[in-house]
């Protein structure tokens, strides 16, 4: 078993430096080959829905994503990186998955503003301006990002 987890180890590594190369077709090869050995990886299958992603297999990335957090609902980069996948195809997917992100790391100020801007694109300006409070709570810098018609109401 310690030999097979060097192995997957050393095989996400080489998918890493794939990646930073721009192959995204060999850090998948060695994403599966981790998974063969290791069918419960979140890391395999993240780095394999961000590959799938990279060449326009958005199915095959949310399917990846969706392993990736099966295995480990509270991963914050899979419910990050599906929510951002999604943002325009499944608006209401990806506020649930950023939802859970906000509520796994609640000091995520970054989240809760993404969070912000979806709900107000999709109408909801009261849920809308209560994440936006949350997100300038956490950090007041964000200010600035919160869209105008939402900053009087934060910044009291």
């Known amino acids: 078993m310690a030999g097979n987890a060097k192995s997957a180890n050393a095989l996400l590594q080489s998918a890493l430096q794939r990646q930073v190369h721009k192959d ?27 590959t799938d992603q990279q060449v326009g297999r958005t199915a095959d990335a949310r399917a990846n994503f969706e392993k990736a957090l099966e295995i480990d609902p509270h991963f914050m980069s899979a419910l990050y990186s599906e929510a951002y996948m999604l943002r325009s195809s499944d608006p209401d997917r990806a506020i649930e998955l950023l939802r859970r992100a ?8 970054g989240i ?14 009261g849920e809308a301006g209560d994440v936006f409070r949350r997100a300038v709570a956490v950090d007041h810098k964000l200010l600035s990002q919160v869209p105008e018609e939402f900053r009087d109401a934060v910044s009291r």
Request: hydrophobic share 40%; charged share 25%.
């Open 24 to 50: 995204p077709l060999g850090a998948a090869q060695d994403y599966r080959r981790v998974l063969e050995m290791d069918p419960r990886n979140k890391d395999a299958w993240y780095g394999l829905a961000l």
């Open 112 to 125: 809760h503003l993404q969070l912000g801007q979806l709900l107000a694109e999709k109408g909801r300006k």
């Open 102 to 109: 906000a509520a796994t790391n609640p000091k995520a100020a």
